[in-house]
């Protein structure tokens, strides 16, 4: 790139006078905003995984200032004549390819002080980190930092979830689950180089669309997980004008004080063979489960689990175990919240949290999770909560009793709101 090592270094110089000069802000470090009206793209998994890219593009006025911007414009340039020219030059060279589009540290880290440097002089990009980055809660556990820290850290991160995508899904490289979240296809067979290639030519021609620096290796990442059939994410979104619909409806209607519990949850179990839509395991959850609704201990049961087991199942266990409570056990609709999204039992705990506080549920009244013996045993043990926090930075609950072999109370954490940009199958 032309952002040479000297020049680099010359800018990080300026940068870092102006802020000493200037001093920090004073900033108002509140948390998310629950009534918060997201920006909304063409591409769900984008909105997803990079919702900070969804709101740049998307604001009119920073979108404008970043386009427009120098510096930030040079370093779209060179992402722009690197594609066109391993468009042009790399073939079947798959490395060649991810180089183009991978963000080298030391890049990472120029754009990183430009940001701040930008935020510092611009009212409009102030409002923009408050308004929308810091008030969509997709970043809560930087709510501590102030406005432009937390500008840096989002971007920094963004950029390492760019690189992850083209490590995993174009590399080959092992993921942090790699029996359910690996690579789709051998990345040495020719039909998988042509596919990168062609993958690089696409993103070459849609450059001269683009205007921002981070849009060409977005873009890539964005067609790897496409080329290998990875939009887990994605699955029933919009879930609260579709599968959560009626549930969502239902929730206002609640009277909370006639409830011990808010939610039970039911992990998700996937079967071991491919053409098994809902492992024996699930079933004995859901029986354990129906038996807690009956007896009115909560108004909804939320089934918890995505399309996970085996590798690259059709099958998703919460979309399973819902058609399995109405039909077999004749559970109202409107009582079943389905989050279709946990490729782990961390993640069981940590999107159910997030639909707590999304849909309104009361976050302050204890929830009830009820499951079969061994994962109950596995939750209250102290290995959870390591796990926790070794895969996703924190522990998304506030685990409570283990009343008996089956169920265990907790509370939802507001840190299981922060984006993982890490996992694109479920962040």
């Known amino acids: 790139m032309n952002l040479n090592k000297q020049s680099i270094t010359t800018f990080l110089l300026i940068t870092g006078a102006f802020w000493f000069s200037k001093g920090m802000m004073a900033q108002n470090n509140t948390s998310y905003y629950q009534n918060y009206l997201p920006y909304k793209s063409e591409h769900i998994i984008q909105d997803k995984v990079f919702y900070f890219f969804t709101a740049i593009q998307k604001g009119a006025e920073v979108n404008s200032l970043f386009a427009k911007d120098k510096f930030l414009n040079t370093v779209f340039k060179d992402f722009k004549s690197q594609t066109q020219h391993a468009s042009n030059t790399c073939e079947k060279n798959i490395d060649c390819h991810l180089e183009a589009l991978t963000w080298k540290q030391e890049q990472i880290n120029a754009v990183s002080n430009r940001l701040q440097f930008l ?100 873009q890539f990442a964005l067609n790897l997980l496409d080329i290998n059939d990875r939009d887990e994410v994605a699955s029933y979104e919009p879930m609260e004008e579709g599968e959560n619909k009626r549930a969502v409806q239902y929730i206002s209607t609640v009277n909370w004080s006639d409830y011990k519990y808010s939610v039970i949850l039911i992990p998700g179990y996937g079967p071991e063979e491919d053409k098994v839509a809902l492992s024996p395991v699930a079933r004995f959850r859901l029986k354990l489960a129906v038996e807690r609704f009956e007896n009115k201990l909560a108004p909804f049961i939320v089934v918890s689990g995505g399309r996970v087991h085996p590798f690259r199942t059709i099958y998703n266990e919460a979309f399973e175990m819902k058609k399995e409570l109405i039909t077999k056990y004749g559970i109202p609709e409107e009582s079943i919240i389905i989050e279709p999204h946990a490729r782990h039992t961390t993640t069981n705990f940590r999107n159910t949290a997030r639909l707590i506080y999304k849909y309104g549920i009361p976050s302050n009244k204890k929830a009830l999770v009820t499951t079969t013996k061994y994962q109950s045993e596995y939750i209250t043990n102290n290995n959870f909560k390591k796990r926790c926090i070794r895969d996703l930075g924190y522990v998304p609950i506030n685990l409570g009793k283990r009343l008996n072999k089956n169920d265990v109370e907790f509370l939802p954490e507001r840190s299981s709101l922060h984006i993982d940009v890490i996992q694109p199958l479920d962040p």
């Open 119 to 218: 935020y510092g002089k611009n009212k409009s990009i102030q409002s923009f980190v408050k308004e929308h980055v810091r008030a969509s809660g997709n970043y809560q556990n930087y709510y501590h930092l102030n406005d432009d820290s937390l500008l840096v850290n989002v971007w920094a991160d963004a950029a390492k979830g760019l690189n992850s995508i083209l490590n995993i899904y174009g590399r080959g490289e092992r993921p942090l689950y790699p029996k359910i979240d690996s690579i789709s296809y051998d990345k040495n067979t020719t039909f998988y180089k042509q596919l990168i290639d062609i993958n690089t030519n696409s993103v070459a021609h849609d450059t001269e669309e683009m205007t921002l620096f981070f849009e060409p290796s977005l």
